[in-house]
């Protein structure tokens, strides 16, 4: 069991593990990523608001949050513990919004700043009314004193864990998160129910200091009632787990808005008393909580980065996808490239007219027209094949679809006639480095070098026109120097769009590192604990 005194190297151990939780990203919908984000933020929760700050300040006060389903009497509860109204218990249900914790007025300065819970709001007391209906918790917490809790004990009020709206569900986890001793409360008529028990196998498997609160038990089946409860609770391990019987009293019914007389509550204010009173009994109760969440997170941080794991792997994937699709459909290009592809249609009647009834500038505009539908059909072509792998892998709900892109077009556009113009310079530099009068037509030579290099065989009179022009050394110099334009402008076209692709994958900042970050840290904690 650990011992509480503020521990150096054990703080240090568990803030880098809360920081390599923090850092975790699980953006995509894969099986188990739900459950993956639900723990992520219990660890953070744990960690934030109950761990670190309890071994830092060993001797701040109990903190003991009350929970339960709808109606169970959470705030009746504390209320009568209490010995006068200080949270909302009304008719309508739920009626816990902001939670409410509840300290000797000597304790009021270790909840009143942001030792734990920082994330909420402290806030002053409202004028309290009957409750209204639901509504969503907010990031507040209202802090009470009261002289009726001995020193060194705090109660707080929790949200529904079963509440229709998701805000207070997860605040009331948040609040439980951040307990000494968890009290469970639940009634003589959903002591069964599916989520209560979800709570108490939480407790369990934490091996945190629990309390069950049987409340609203009719007198005439007192008896049976508790002996049906004891053997569930025996049966799931928890039969030593200490368990307080609350029977169904005037003041509890008609919405709970009176105080239970103090015989029904003084059995729990005596034990929560004990704890608080007795050196033993506190060391055994923090010291167990403690201790449990710590020995937690030998199983429960594999399992996140087990998660973090998968997120990798599915971004691998779906990147693979996009890559694959983008080098097939290069691929393509290249052989249709290489067959004269472009030579055909309005480029292929512009050559067959050249110079007799075509001008070296419409043939150029011809071929680069053509480059950039063929390029064009490529890219969507790619992008196709990215859908049909993305439709068929869940992984990529998470991701923006791909969409035909309608700005597409002019960027690849952009592309293809910025290589023209680096086409055209080239050949007006060879131009004016030819020794030959006259001087052949720049914009001639240009036609030719792109016929030649993109025309396929049927364009080997272009070449051999060129060498005629400008020399064959020249020639070959001038259509490998073209070439290489080529390949790179086809080349920055794909890696751009691809790139295009890609960035939404990227925005979700998925890597392998969080994984063997968690590892390592719990390895840490495993030995300096």
């Not at 914790?101 to 942001?114: N, Q």
């Not at 794991?309 to 694959?324: I, N, P």
């Not at 055909?344 to 067959?352: K, P």
Request: hydrophobic letters at 45%; aromatic letters at 4%; one cysteine or more.
């Amino acid at each position: 069991m650990v011992t509480l005194d503020a521990r150096p190297q054990l703080i240090d151990a568990l803030t880098a593990l809360r920081d390599r939780v923090a850092a975790v990203r699980l953006p995509l919908p894969l099986a188990g990523a739900p459950r993956a984000r639900q723990a992520r933020g219990e660890l953070l929760a744990q960690l934030d608001d109950y761990l670190v700050p309890r071994l830092k300040d060993p001797g701040a006060p109990l903190l003991a949050v009350v929970g339960g389903s709808t109606g169970a009497g959470k705030s009746t509860l504390v209320n009568s513990l209490v010995g006068r109204r200080v949270t909302e218990a009304g008719v309508l249900r739920p009626t816990t919004r902001t939670p409410v914790l509840v300290c000797h007025p000597d304790d009021h300065h270790w909840f009143s700043g942001g030792r734990v819970l920082p994330r909420l709001t402290r806030v002053r007391a409202p004028e309290l009314e009957e409750g209204d209906g639901e509504g969503a918790a907010r990031n507040e917490l209202r802090v009470e004193r009261s002289g009726a809790l001995p020193r060194g004990l705090a109660l707080l009020d929790a949200p529904d864990i079963d509440s229709l709206v998701v805000e207070n569900r997860l605040l009331a986890a948040e609040l439980i998160c951040a307990a000494d001793v968890w009290v469970m409360v639940t009634t003589a008529s959903r002591y069964a129910d599916a989520v209560p028990w979800h709570l108490l196998r939480t407790a369990k498997e934490y091996d945190a200091s629990l309390v069950i609160v049987l409340d609203r038990v009719p007198h005439q089946v007192i008896a049976e009632v508790s002996r049906q409860y004891a053997a569930l609770l025996t049966k799931a391990g928890l039969g030593d787990v200490p368990r307080f019987t609350v029977p169904e009293l005037p003041e509890s019914a008609g919405g709970g808005s009176g105080l239970l007389p103090n015989s029904a509550v003084a059995p729990l204010h005596d034990w929560l008393a004990h704890r608080v009173r007795d050196p033993a009994a506190r060391q055994q109760a923090l010291g167990r909580t403690a201790t449990g969440v710590i020995d937690s997170l030998n199983a429960r941080m594999p399992e996140l980065a087990a998660a973090v794991a998968g997120q990798y792997a599915a971004t691998v994937r779906l990147t693979g996808a996009v890559e694959d699709a983008y080098e097939a459909e290069r691929a393509r290009l290249d052989q249709r490239l290489a067959a004269g592809a472009v030579l055909s249609g309005d480029a292929r009647t512009r050559w067959r007219g050249f110079p007799r009834d075509s001008t070296a500038g419409e043939l150029l505009d011809a071929l680069t027209g053509g480059l950039g539908a063929l390029v064009q059909c490529a890219v969507a072509a790619a992008d196709e094949r990215v859908r049909d792998a993305w439709r068929r892998d869940p992984a990529a709900a998470g991701v923006a679809a791909v969409r035909p892109d309608p700005e597409a077009g002019e960027r690849l556009g952009i592309a293809v006639r910025r290589w023209r113009r680096e086409l055209e310079e080239l050949a007006d530099e060879e131009v004016r480095e030819l020794d030959r009068t006259p001087a052949p037509d720049p914009e001639t030579v240009a036609a030719l070098v792109a016929t030649a290099l993109l025309g396929g065989r049927r364009a080997r009179p272009a070449g051999e026109r060129l060498a005629q022009r400008i020399g064959a050394r020249a020639a070959l110099r001038l259509r490998d120097r073209g070439g290489e334009l080529l390949t790179a402008a086809v080349g920055s076209v794909f890696d751009g769009e691809r790139d295009r692709r890609l960035a939404p994958l990227d925005s979700l900042d998925v890597s392998p590192e969080p994984q063997a970050e968690l590892i390592a840290a719990l390895s840490v904690l495993q030995k300096v604990k």
